[in-house]
Nanobody, 128 residues
């Protein structure tokens, strides 16, 4: 089992920044891909970004077009933590952000991997 706990959400004005964290515990060595998803009210959950590793090396990162150039995913392997740095936030970024983990890796198409483990989510609200 893998447990994921997100933190770092909050209220920010448009143009501002936030950094989300996702701390993983349990059988984390089996998790090759970590992803961030988000779900806005009355909308379906959508993929934001993923980072895929194999052999201890990052093999790929995939970003949704809507966040490219504004969001950056990174990892601290020693802490089993994944970060999502969000800059130039827009009101349309308002959503509950979820961290997820998959026991698979890929060079592309990270949005379609089988994410088995999910965090509880953290609310991000961007005011205009």
């Amino acid at each position: 089992q893998v447990q994921l706990v997100e933190s770092g959400g909050g209220l920010v004005q448009a143009g501002g920044s936030l950094r989300l964290s996702c701390a993983a515990s349990g059988r984390t060595f089996s998790m090759y891909t970590m992803g961030w998803f988000r779900q806005a009210p009355e909308k379906e959950r959508e993929f934001v970004v993923g980072i895929s590793r194999n052999g201890g090396t990052t093999r790929s990162t995939n970003y949704a077009d809507s966040v490219k150039g504004r969001f950056t995913i990174s990892t601290d392997n020693a802490k089993d933590t994944v970060y999502l740095q969000m800059n130039s936030l827009k009101p349309e970024d308002t959503a509950v952000y979820y961290c997820a983990a998959a026991r698979a890796w890929s060079l592309r198409g990270l949005s379609g991997l089988p994410y088995e483990y999910w965090g509880q989510g953290t609310q991000v609200t961007v005011s205009s």
